[in-house]
């Protein structure tokens, strides 16, 4: 950002400091937590699935949870982005 002082020339003012989203502290916390979770549940566990049985990490079986929450959660945000676009365009 500049401004112009009286003689013509031109004086650059800087911002001081960054301002911080509530959203980006709250990915972080959410973030810490699940290392944490993720840390602390380091035993394995007997999963059955309908016919399959299968062991496997707790660390895992949150790491894969929380990855696939993270995915259906963004899907589900562009559909209703391109479902908003759709209503003001007025297509279909």
């Known amino acids: ?9 031109q004086v650059r003012v800087q911002k001081t400091g960054s301002k911080i989203r509530p959203s980006y502290i709250v990915l972080i916390a959410a973030l810490v937590l699940v290392v944490i979770l993720i840390i602390q549940n380091t035993a394995k566990a007997n999963i059955k699935f309908l016919f399959w049985d299968f062991n496997v990490w707790v660390w895992l079986l949150i790491a894969v949870c929380v990855l696939l929450g993270v995915a259906i959660g963004w899907v589900w945000h562009v559909m209703i982005v391109r479902r908003r676009r759709r209503r003001i365009t007025g297509r279909a």
């Open 1 to 9: 950002m500049s401004e112009q002082s009286q003689q013509g020339q």
